[in-house]
């Protein structure tokens, strides 16, 4: 194999996806983060965890931020938001959390690579990523020389953290707050 080819074929894959978003949807879920309440935070798996990165993100921006399915989160209510990532938007849990959520009127964001998915018809909001959909996903532009969902995973992170930058922006906010809220019990 080679590697140097490899990661030109990844790099040049993610920068697809990321290059790739919706100026509207990103703008739309800066909205929604920042006239939240609360933010809930939820996907099953290896998406999970990069939600759980983004949660601890916008947590040092001084947003309160829940992960779904930790022991001290609470209730989800009126004026809260649940972001929930799912690559092809038929995972049952994610489904069934954005069922709770708008039963309580919490507002929906679906972070997805297939926006006809049942999870996504659902939300209020819907980020698309350019992304393989499902296992073995054929379609050329959603292809990934990376095995299983690694490329929508990754995605869901970097757009994350493009999101977190433009709220850091938009909000002028100082470097040294998000310092302030770091974890000092490490």
């Known amino acids: 194999m080679d590697g140097l080819k490899y990661r030109k ?3 040049d894959e993610l920068g697809k996806t990321l290059m790739g978003v919706d100026e509207a949807e990103i703008e739309q879920a800066v909205q929604e983060i920042v006239n ?10 290896r998406a999970g965890l990069m939600m759980r990165a983004i949660a601890m993100r916008l947590m040092h921006l001084g947003y309160t931020c829940y ?10 209510q009126r004026g809260d938001l649940l972001i929930a ?3 092809k938007a038929e995972t049952k849990t994610s489904s069934y959390y954005v069922d709770v959520a708008k039963s309580t009127g919490a507002k929906t964001l679906v972070i997805t690579a297939n ?4 999870v996504a018809k659902k939300a209020d909001n819907v980020l698309v990523l350019i992304a393989p959909r499902f296992r073995g996903d054929s379609d050329p532009v959603r ?12 995605s ?10 433009l709220i850091k922006e938009k909000s002028n ?11 000092t019990l490490e």
């Open 9 to 11: 074929e990844l790099l």
């Open 36 to 45: 939240a309440g609360r933010i809930f935070f939820a996907g099953a798996g």
């Open 67 to 76: 992960v779904v399915g930790d022991v001290t989160t609470p209730s989800i």
């Open 85 to 87: 990532a799912s690559g």
């Open 115 to 118: 926006p006809d998915g049942t």
């Open 143 to 154: 292809h990934s020389v990376q095995p299983m969902g690694n490329r929508f995973e990754q």
């Open 156 to 165: 869901v992170l970097l757009v994350g953290d493009y999101i977190v930058k």
């Open 173 to 183: 906010l100082d470097v040294h707050v998000m310092y302030e809220n770091h974890a």
